[in-house]
């Protein structure tokens, strides 16, 4: 789609030239042609060791997928992610995730889905007594963990959504916010829902019964909060 074309080369000038603006003083100081040559190799580190994150527990991953309702999502919300899971457990390595069920898988499996040519982007929370409970008090996450698990995916996309049995349902970023918001005491980025592009789709999907205006969330809204920062990209 020419929208998330747009958005991969918005992203690909704004990551490098966070990276040069680290490095403009600097430059200024050693002389112009000197500088270049330490522009190019600094930039060169940088977008090396975006490479090499060190996941942590608490860390969300941010992924592009491609499907039908994934494109419907990402041109809806404008960025290239349609889905999104939590890393539960570094030993061993495990992303919890809401698709077909909520479960935990190794981050092999989970990365295997994302949309060809395209990464998982780290997203990291800012808070640092959020982040020290996760460093300290994984485990309590991973109880917390247990109640969602099995649980099955929201394919309508509701909030407080539940089956015939009375069962909640889940999607993925809906999961992710009631677990972290639960395990934190912390507010998640949540909002009201709109589905302006592709209309007709909408319409479509939802058999004419688009939930315009009901709460909910969705991966860029993690990828835009001031609650979290980007780290890099897998």
């Known amino acids: 789609m020419q929208v998330l074309d747009i958005l991969g080369i918005y992203r690909a000038k704004k990551l490098i030239f966070s990276h040069l603006s680290k490095y403009y003083d600097l430059a200024l100081k ?3 042609m000197k500088s270049m040559v330490f522009l190019v190799f600094c930039l060169s580190f940088s977008c090396a060791a975006l490479g090499q994150v ?3 527990v608490g860390d969300l991953l941010l992924q592009p997928l491609n499907c039908w309702t994934c494109n419907l999502i990402e ?3 404008k960025t290239i992610y349609s889905h999104m899971g939590l890393v539960i457990s570094v030993n061993p390595l495990l ?5 077909g069920e909520v479960h935990a898988i190794p981050l092999s499996q989970f990365a295997v889905k994302t949309e060809r040519g395209q990464r998982l982007a780290v997203m990291r929370i800012k808070d640092q007594e959020a982040a020290r409970k996760f460093k300290h008090h994984s485990s309590e996450l991973w109880n917390e963990f247990t109640f ?3 649980k099955k995916f929201d394919k309508r996309y509701l909030w407080d959504n539940v089956d015939e049995n009375g069962e909640e349902l889940y999607y993925c970023s809906e999961f992710i916010t009631k677990l972290l918001s639960k395990f934190l005491q912390m507010e998640m980025p949540i909002k009201r829902m709109h589905y302006y592009e592709n209309r007709q789709e909408w319409e ?3 058999e004419g019964k688009v939930p ?8 860029s809204d993690y990828y835009r909060s001031e609650l979290f920062e980007f780290i890099g990209e897998l």
């Open 75 to 77: 041109a809806e919300e």
């Open 30 to 32: 050693v002389g112009y």
């Open 212 to 219: 315009d205006g009901e709460w909910g969330n969705s991966p």
């Open 148 to 150: 969602f698990k099995g």
């Open 204 to 206: 479509k999907y939802f």
């Open 95 to 99: 992303i919890a995730e809401s698709i």
């Open 54 to 56: 060190t996941l942590r």
